[in-house]
């Protein structure tokens, strides 16, 4: 039984809350309510509405994690001091009032740190967005007029209507709402999607849930482009004419002069000049129509570019296949690789961070030794493990090395990171460097399994990596702190996902928040040429589904794959074997755990921008949900064919020979059409074998901004104009639906 104290100011003074811990196992929200009522739960979630929204016969909070909301309801005065914005982890018995699930009666309720930042709301629509999958979550309803008028009462419903659909609001008692106008206009409407019976209602909190005045309505998120050393090009899009804005500062209080263009347009765009260079801007857009109304974007964050070298390097710890190299031999280093790693924490000077999932110390060269000395001579250095390992090397590290074990408990997964952070803030741009792949400090890893380690030497990137430990760490100081510390759902959105590093465009992406599984199928949905996977597992269906489209698209699609169990990737296996020719699919039949987890995109089309995505992130529900893992996407034809190099021999060894040709660029085409010229310097042609049904096209830049969108008028085309004459030169994504089926290529202007 563990004891937990928290100290909470309220009105007056600090109240002491002191709670039991429960040993029930901690799930994930989404998991406790598939159990459904009469089941003891343990979650752990930030409250987005506490007692203030309720009659005080009790208190009634709701809350959410990353993959769903829950209520919780009891008689007594164990809620009475939870507010909105703390972590909470409570235990009790699911049951239904009025068909909402809830934790009633509550057990235990324990306070883990508060002031948070609430969730961002997820946006709904009247038609088909209230359904039971976001019951008891922070949602937004946009552009909806209240069936009212004079002011609202308490304890009371009032329908809302886009024109077309309706739905219900209501406003309870105690909210400051009460005895204020119902506004006579369209409105944003914010709130707690609960539920009577068989009705879902949206619960507004307070006024400023209601915004009135539905302003121009900010329709995409904020786009980053042309990033250098002192500054880049933002833009959004919205759905009416507005002002453009933006507030950004070095911190989250955004302090610097805001960027104001008073003409009022749909298609928002500035540019942030004299900025510093590897550093972080904090960002949020605005516009005001021409009546006065403001839309609010969520805060962004985004870096400019680095005086770093930007030198990367690629590491095998499996022999290549040299046959393949276009543009050097790619590095196999086995055991060596711990040998690099000691001769870059050797010349660190002011920090070394580590997260690192298993490190076993036997028959490894002394690791821990190296760290020691770091710490001895002055370094900071900071550990960070999973506490579900042995890791029995951090039994090496001294007492002047703090170390930090993720939590146990069903709620989280496990913090599977393996990347480490030298010299992030040196004044010399040139020292700060990371080191990410799939490689755990372990015998095994080392020797036999096929794994990869890649090095960035870049302050901007290191920088963002540093962010990440120290959220888990609690603190940017040298100790951790527990009471601040996040891992897994806990976590934010609070990194740059965007960097220039010496002109090569990076993404960096951890898990579970920054929506890492979509823009990794981003990137294998960006292929015109060819598409390799080496991957320990796939228990997520849709990366599946997206090789198998690919495929179809007419795109080499070739996949080895470690498991195929029943419980693991069998799901995905199927998929992939009723739609890849065996020729390109194979599974792991070597001694080795085959551990890596990266995909490689177009190696063979250096005018295709190729890629390779890699990391720690398997592709499965655990590392999607509730892990902690990290993801890099580079942009970069050198380091695709070096993993390529390795692909290759996994894929001879395990039988495969139908390996695409190098350099050999075909016309982008599927058994429906055509795409041509592309690369271009005009306008491009979608040619259509027969008379063909195409339902909608559309051209986004690299950043995800729309660039074209067109809705053709009937079923009969042959070939279709796409109009790239006048954009810039440059790198965009098309897509389109021909015959019922989508699809997305890379298009280049020249």
């Excluded at 959410?64 to 914005?85: E, F, I, K, M, P």
């Excluded at 985004?302 to 543009?327: C, H, N, W």
Aim: glycine share 8%; net charge negative.
């Amino acid at each position: 039984m563990m004891r937990m104290i928290s100290a909470k100011a309220l009105f007056t003074g600090f109240i002491l809350l002191i709670f039991t811990q429960s040993t029930q196992a901690q799930m994930t929200i989404a998991a406790a309510r598939n159990l459904g009522v009469n089941n003891t739960v343990t979650v752990k979630g930030i409250v987005t509405a506490d007692s203030t929204l309720y009659p005080a016969n009790g208190v009634t909070l709701y809350f959410q994690d990353n993959t769903a909301g829950l209520s919780a309801y009891n008689a007594g005065t164990l809620l009475s001091n939870v507010r909105q914005g703390d972590s909470i982890e409570i235990t009790g018995e699911l049951s239904q009032f009025n068909q909402l699930l809830q934790i009633s009666p509550v057990s235990s309720v324990t306070i883990l740190n508060s002031g948070n930042p609430l969730p961002t709301p997820i946006n709904v629509s009247l038609t088909n967005g209230w359904v039971a999958q976001y019951e008891c979550m922070l949602v937004q309803t946009n552009g909806v007029t209240i069936n009212a008028s004079g002011t609202f009462s308490g304890n009371t419903n009032y329908n809302i209507t886009d024109g077309t659909n309706s739905r219900e609001i209501r406003i309870n008692t105690l909210t400051p709402i009460v005895g204020t106008p119902v506004p006579g206009s369209l409105v944003n409407i914010t709130g707690i999607m609960s539920r009577f019976i068989g009705t879902y209602q949206l619960l507004p909190r307070y006024l400023s849930d209601i915004s009135a005045g539905a302003g121009p309505q900010i329709m995409s998120d904020i786009f980053q482009d042309n990033i250098t050393t002192s500054s880049f090009d933002l833009s959004f899009e919205t759905q009416d004419p507005g002002t453009t804005i933006f507030y950004y500062g070095t911190n989250a209080l955004m302090n610097q002069p805001p960027i104001i263009n008073t003409n009022l347009t749909t298609n928002h765009s500035e540019s942030l000049i004299g900025l510093q260079s590897g550093r972080f801007y904090y960002v949020r857009a605005a516009s005001v129509d021409a009546q006065g109304d403001t839309s609010f974007s969520a805060m962004r964050v985004f870096s400019t570019q680095s005086l770093s070298s930007g030198e990367m390097k690629a590491y095998f710890i499996t022999e290549p296949d040299t046959s393949v190299a276009r543009f050097g031999n790619a590095v196999h280093t086995g055991m060596s690789i711990i040998d690099t790693l000691i001769a870059l924490i050797d010349n660190a000077q002011n920090t070394v961070d580590v997260a690192i999932y298993n490190w076993n110390h036997n028959n490894i060269p002394d690791l821990g030794s190296a760290l020691n000395a770091a710490a001895s001579r002055g370094v900071r250095v900071r550990f960070i493990t999973d506490a579900s390992t042995a890791t029995l090397g951090m039994n090496t590290l001294s007492s002047s090395v703090p170390t930090l074990q993720s939590p146990i408990g069903a709620a989280y997964g496990i913090m599977h990171n393996k990347f480490v952070v030298i010299d992030a803030e040196s004044g010399d741009p040139n020292r700060p460097l990371i080191w990410t792949g799939s490689t755990n400090f372990t015998l095994g890893q080392l020797t036999t399994d096929p794994n990869n380690v890649v090095v960035i030497q870049d302050q901007a990137l290191a920088r963002a990596f540093q962010l990440e430990f120290q959220e888990m760490w609690g603190s940017s100081g040298s100790l951790p702190n527990s009471m601040n510390s996040k891992f897994g759902p806990d976590k934010s959105d609070n990194t740059p996902h965007l960097f220039n590093v010496a002109g090569k465009r990076v993404e960096l992406y951890f898990s579970p928040t920054d929506n890492v599984e979509a823009n990794i199928i981003n990137a294998i949905e960006s292929a015109d040429q060819d598409i390799e996977v080496a991957t320990m597992l796939m228990t997520r269906t849709t990366f599946a589904n997206v090789l198998a489209d690919k495929h179809d698209d007419g795109i080499y699609t070739a996949v080895v794959l470690n498991d195929n169990t029943t419980t693991g990737s069998a799901p995905a296996w199927t998929i992939l074997s009723n739609n890849l020719p065996a020729s390109r699919l194979f599974l792991n039949n070597q001694s080795y755990i085959m551990h890596h987890k990266y995909v490689i995109v177009d190696q063979s089309a250096p005018n295709s921008d190729p890629l390779v995505v890699t990391g720690s992130h398997n592709w499965s529900n655990a590392a999607n949900q509730r892990n902690d893992e990290n993801t890099l996407i580079i942009y970069d034809e050198v380091m695709a064919n070096m993993f390529f190099q390795d692909w290759v021999k996994i894929f001879r060894d395990n039988g495969g020979a139908d390996i695409i040709n190098l350099g050999v660029e075909t016309p982008f085409s599927g058994s429906d059409y055509t795409l041509f010229p592309n690369p271009t310097q005009g306008n491009a042609y979608l040619d259509f074998s027969g008379n063909s049904t195409v339902t909608s096209i559309q051209l986004f830049d690299l950043q995800g901004k729309m660039m074209y969108s067109h809705v053709p008028g009937n079923n009969n085309y042959h070939q279709l104009e796409i109009p790239t004459a006048q954009l810039p030169a440059g790198m965009y994504v098309l897509r389109f639906e021909v015959n019922g089926k989508s699809h997305t290529h890379r298009l280049i202007k020249q």
